[in-house]
């Protein structure tokens, strides 16, 4: 799949962003074309060689309608997650690997829930907010949202007790 200028994607372990330019880089002697991305949320610049971009498994970021669809299922997410740190740690790192959005969505609503609920390891943490950043990025690129409001709206979701 070849994306132009202006195209709104998704990286897998990374988030959602626009391809701002396509540019020739040489890298270890190797000349490639690359799609230079920005990603909103945390304001990184990633590059992605066009010829591996998709068993990388660059996306298209999903639509507005997708994205409600995607918030309503963090809302009704089931926090159930395994009591035994390292198996749910395995798991959770597969979710977010997938490129799946609603896996995201499930390591994302139960981790800040077991945050609220009894806090996180610093693994978790770490796991938490890069999650975080891959769902809260697609979500402010589909909706055309702030990074605060689409937080908001998910801290909004999360009840305890």
């Known amino acids: 799949m070849q994306y132009c200028i202006g195209s709104k994607v998704v ?15 040489e890298i270890m002697g190797v000349k490639k074309m690359y799609y230079i991305m920005r990603i ?19 996306r298209d970021v999903i639509d507005s309608e997708e994205a409600d669809r995607v918030l309503e ?7 159930d997650m395994d009591a035994n740190w390292n198996k749910r740690y395995r798991e959770n790192m597969s979710r977010i690997k997938s490129g799946n959005i609603l896996d995201v969505v499930y390591v994302v609503k139960n981790l800040m829930y077991r945050d609220k609920l009894r806090g996180l390891s610093t ?7 890069n999650a975080k950043q891959i769902l809260v990025s697609e979500l402010v690129v589909a909706k055309s949202q702030t990074q ?3 937080e908001s709206l998910m801290d909004a979701m999360i009840t305890v007790g």
Request: hydrophobic letters at 35%; charged letters at 25%.
């Open 73 to 79: 299922a963090f809302k009704n997410c089931p926090t």
């Open 123 to 129: 693994g978790e943490r770490k796991m938490l907010s």
């Open 40 to 58: 909103p949320v945390g304001d990184m610049k990633v590059m992605v060689p066009m010829d591996t971009a998709g068993e990388i498994g660059l």
């Open 11 to 25: 990286y897998p372990l990374h988030g959602a962003g626009v391809i701002e330019s396509v540019e020739e880089r």
């Open 148 to 150: 605060k409001e689409i």
